[in-house]
T-cell receptor, first 111, second 113 residues
Framework: GQQLNQSPQSMFIQEGEDVSMNCTSS?????WLWYKQDPGEGPVLLIA?????ELTSNGRLTAQFGITRKDSFLNISASIPSDVGIYFC???????????FGTGTSLTVIP | EAQVTQNPRYLITVTGKKLTVTCSQN?????MSWYRQDPGLGLRQIYY???????DKGDVPEGYKVSRKEKRNFPLILESPSPNQTSLYFC????????????FGSGTRLTVV
């Protein structure tokens, strides 16, 4: 399957700081999704991106679809304790509906 | 409430003993999928289904079976579980994944001893 490299693997930040994480691939993707997984739960969709260069916000979250279509990043501004969790990127390639997931970024917010 | 329901949440079993993890969705979604989550590997797709009686292999289908006899249900079957199938499993559904992404269940943590 396709490989999505997500970085960083983990982050420890102070409450109020901004966070940035990214996802890269050697393949071109048609759709990028960002999910958050709370402990003991399934991933929940945060943001979906459909066009190269697209910049989309959801509250304090902003994500962009890279111009090359091989990467995407997610920013979280003014982090709060409930931002704790694992963030996954997911990409769709080709004509099908199969999505490939990154390995995740674990975020810890220190109050 | 719109949701994907998996059962059981936790399961410990022995090598070789057949088991089924059930999955049901109440959103009338055409697409359903099974993923496994392992540390450092993220989520990997096992099988997916585009509609009733239509299923296809994902990235890691070996050792698993699925069926889609009804639109709402998509059980995952392990005919002869082995320890390397110890993992966290997620069922997911979608109207159209390319447009809406998947809605995930809460997960089933399986341990095979």
């Amino acid at each position: 399957g396709q490989q999505l490299n997500q970085s960083p693997q983990s982050m420890f930040i102070q409450e109020g700081e901004d966070v940035s994480m990214n996802c890269t691939s050697s393949s071109i993707f048609n759709t990028w999704l960002w999910y958050k997984q709370d402990p003991g739960e399934g991933p929940v969709l945060l943001i979906a991106l459909y066009k190269a260069g697209e910049l989309t916000s959801n509250g304090r979250l902003t994500a962009q679809f890279g111009i090359t279509r091989k990467d995407s990043f997610l920013n979280i501004s003014a982090s709060i304790p409930s931002d704790v969790g694992i963030y996954f990127c997911a990409g769709q390639v080709g004509a099908g509906n199969q999505f490939y997931f990154g390995t995740g970024t674990s975020l810890t917010v220190i109050p | 409430e719109a949701q994907v329901t998996q059962n059981p949440r936790y399961l410990i079993t022995v090598t070789g003993k057949k088991l089924t993890v059930t999955c049901s969705q109440n959103m009338n979604h055409e697409y359903m999928s099974w993923y496994r989550q392992d540390p450092g590997l993220g989520l990997r797709q096992i099988y997916y289904s585009m509609n009733v009686e239509v299923t296809d292999k994902g990235d890691v289908p070996e050792g698993y079976k699925v069926s889609r006899k009804e639109k709402r249900n998509f059980p995952l079957i392990l005919e002869s579980p082995s320890p390397n199938q110890t993992s966290l499993y997620f069922c997911a559904s979608s109207k159209t994944p390319i447009n809406y992404g998947y809605t995930f269940g809460s997960g089933t943590r399986l341990t095979v001893v």
